[in-house]
């Protein structure tokens, strides 16, 4: 499945984040973004052809449940990390609501590295599947936040 700019800048209810916060967004994240989206396209086709489809969240109606996030909507994100990768355009979260990427990927981590790819452990990202195309501070291919 093609994950998009316009996946990753839509926000709750379909707002376009890109259009809201145009001041946050700068060539960096535009740049960070678009290597994001390729990534993940490239990866959600791979699990697709490994029989593990991507959801449509109920309230993006994109695959994602939440992209880019400019700083004012990082802050009011509850358990947001201050320094969330979200925010330079390096990590997008799939919606994973009954956890099934986030099993696969931790039982097959070879295609996280094989993708360049990190992702938070599903045990903290209970409905959702947080990929990055940077590592954590641990290094390790599946982190806890």
Same mark, same amino acid.
């Given at each position: 499945? =093609?994950?998009?700019?316009?996946?990753?800048?839509?926000?709750?209810?379909?707002? /376009?984040?890109?259009? =809201?916060?145009? %001041?946050?967004?700068?060539?960096?994240? /535009?740049?960070?973004?678009? /290597?994001?989206?390729?990534?993940?396209?490239?990866?959600?086709?791979? %699990?697709? %052809?490994?029989?593990?489809?991507?959801?449509?969240?109920?309230?993006?109606?994109?695959? %994602? &449940?939440?992209?880019?996030?400019?700083? =004012?909507?990082?802050?009011? !994100?509850?358990?947001?990390?201050?320094?969330?990768?979200?925010? &330079?355009?390096?990590?997008?979260?799939?919606?994973?609501?009954?956890?099934?990427?986030?099993?696969?990927?931790?039982?097959?981590?070879?295609?996280?590295?094989?993708?360049?790819?990190?992702?938070?452990?599903?045990?903290?990202?209970?409905?959702?599947?947080?990929?990055? !195309?940077?590592?954590? /501070? &641990?290094?390790?291919?599946?982190?806890?936040?």
């Amino acid at each position: 499945m =093609l994950i998009t700019l316009d996946h990753y800048w839509t926000g709750p209810g379909g707002s /376009r984040r890109d259009e =809201l916060y145009p %001041l946050d967004l700068s060539t960096e994240v /535009r740049a960070n973004a678009m /290597r994001w989206c390729a990534v993940a396209s490239d990866l959600a086709e791979r %699990l697709g %052809l490994l029989g593990i489809a991507l959801n449509t969240h109920p309230s993006t109606g994109t695959p %994602l &449940s939440s992209g880019w996030r400019p700083p =004012l909507v990082n802050a009011a !994100t509850p358990n947001a990390s201050k320094s969330s990768r979200h925010m &330079s355009g390096e990590a997008g979260d799939l919606y994973d609501p009954a956890g099934q990427i986030g099993d696969f990927l931790l039982a097959h981590q070879e295609l996280l590295a094989e993708f360049g790819v990190w992702v938070e452990h599903p045990d903290s990202t209970p409905t959702w599947s947080h990929w990055q !195309t940077v590592p954590p /501070r &641990s290094g390790n291919r599946v982190f806890r936040p």
